[in-house]
């Protein structure tokens, strides 16, 4: 199993300081650009232990919001880049359906390739509805444009011997003939997330990594549509390096300790659904159907245990979120435990996206996280054999 550990480089200083939306339209005078400088320097900080620590690193982007930082993911790889030595670099996600100029993101990509020595891991994603307003696209039709970038990306990094044009519904260049060209070919590996069963499958049909955020024991339906998809066009079941999942992790030497970090790092579940109602399900964002579910109310923010048990994972308890797996937390030998039952529930699951920091866990207290979970619990996890799954669940 690999191990990258992510933080969403938070600005929580204003996080009890809002009136009822950390995202879009919270005022940016509540931020200091100092105490965020102070901020950003620890985080970088943070990733540059783990890479020493053995962890992979993870990256993401989000816009307009006190719960994320990052608004340029391209600037935090830039640093890691260089920065780091061994650690793979994950950007999971950067959003190019929302993006006005895939050329951009193909060179972006590339030179964070060529830097990093060809340690990047490309995760290209939808986005959240929150992040319409800030780059003023249309929903309707953004998995078009999705797909368009996403095929002229890879094209431009795999036209070497002179310019092509590219004439598409969305997007169009007449001399396309990037410098640098990634060092990883046919070009760095791709990743993806989804909580959808339906673009499940068709993730298992390219076999791009396919990352599940938080969403614990209903984990297994999303795993099985992508090896129904893979399946389906390889001709064999999926390896367990083709499926990733985001937990929160809290570990520490006894089990009090561990449930009071528990407790600070879910504060990135209570924090993700502060929002001004406009701005939660713009229209044409979600399918007919997916509307439909959630005006009959099914579609709350629920997990569920193993036995059924529904929990509301923005406001569940500890153990509660322990429970649904969506959150690893105990002393070493009990998170590597649940860990293990999660992979072996899921029928593997060979990449364990690690949130080792969230919310208002202190510097120190991540460093310990971190350190623990590295010495204890990492070698142990590499060393786990695991399963591979060709069925369905019972």
């Known amino acids: 199993m690999r191990v990258y550990h992510f933080t969403e480089q938070p600005y929580y200083p204003v996080w009890n300081d809002h009136d009822g939306s950390l995202r879009v339209n919270l005022p940016n005078r509540k931020l200091d650009p100092k105490i965020a400088g102070d901020l950003f320097h620890r985080f970088y900080d943070e990733w540059l232990l783990a890479d020493e620590l053995g962890y ?226 713009p229209p044409g964002f979600l399918t007919v159907e997916d509307n439909a579910r959630m005006l009959k109310g099914q579609t709350a923010p629920r997990s569920f245990t193993k036995d059924g048990r ?7 308890s500890v153990q509660d979120l322990i429970d649904a797996g969506i959150l690893f937390c105990g002393t070493p030998d009990q998170v590597y435990e649940q860990i293990v039952n999660f992979c072996e529930y899921c029928g593997g699951m060979g990449n364990l996206l690690m949130m080792g920091h969230a919310g208002f866990l202190t510097h120190e207290d991540t460093v310990d996280n971190l350190t623990m979970f590295a010495q204890q619990v990492l070698p142990r996890l590499q060393a786990y054999k695991q399963p591979v799954a060709e069925t369905v669940a019972a």
Not at 100 to 112: F, G, H, K, V, Y
Request: charged share 20%.
């Open 56 to 281: 992979d690193i993870m990256l993401n982007e989000h816009h307009q919001t006190a719960t994320c930082m990052s608004s340029t993911v391209i600037v935090g790889l830039s640093i890691l880049a260089r920065q780091t030595r061994r650690a793979r670099l994950l950007v999971l996600g950067y959003p190019i359906g929302h993006r006005p100029d895939p050329l951009r993101c193909a060179e972006e990509l590339s030179t964070i390739d060529v830097i990093s020595r060809g340690r990047l891991d490309m995760g290209f994603i939808k986005g959240v509805p929150y992040e319409f307003p800030a780059s003023n696209q249309n929903p309707v039709g953004v998995m078009d444009r999705f797909w368009e970038a996403h095929d002229f990306i890879l094209k431009a990094m795999q036209s070497h011997d002179a310019p092509f044009n590219w004439e598409g519904e969305h997007f169009h260049y007449r001399q396309v003939n990037i410098w640098p060209r990634p060092v990883q070919q046919p070009h760095p590996p791709i990743w993806s997330t989804t909580g959808n069963r339906s673009n499940a499958r068709v993730l298992g049909g390219k076999g791009y990594v396919m990352a599940t955020l938080g969403s614990g024991y209903n984990t297994r339906p999303l795993y099985d549509a992508y090896r129904e998809g893979y399946i389906a066009k390889w001709g064999k079941a999926p390896a367990a390096d083709r499926f990733a999942y985001l937990g929160l992790v809290a570990v520490a030497d006894n089990e009090q300790e561990a449930r009071r970090r528990g407790e600070l790092v879910a504060g990135y579940l209570r924090s993700s659904a502060i929002v001004h109602v406009p701005f939660r399900n």
């Open 310 to 316: 529904p929990i509301d994972m923005h406001h569940g």
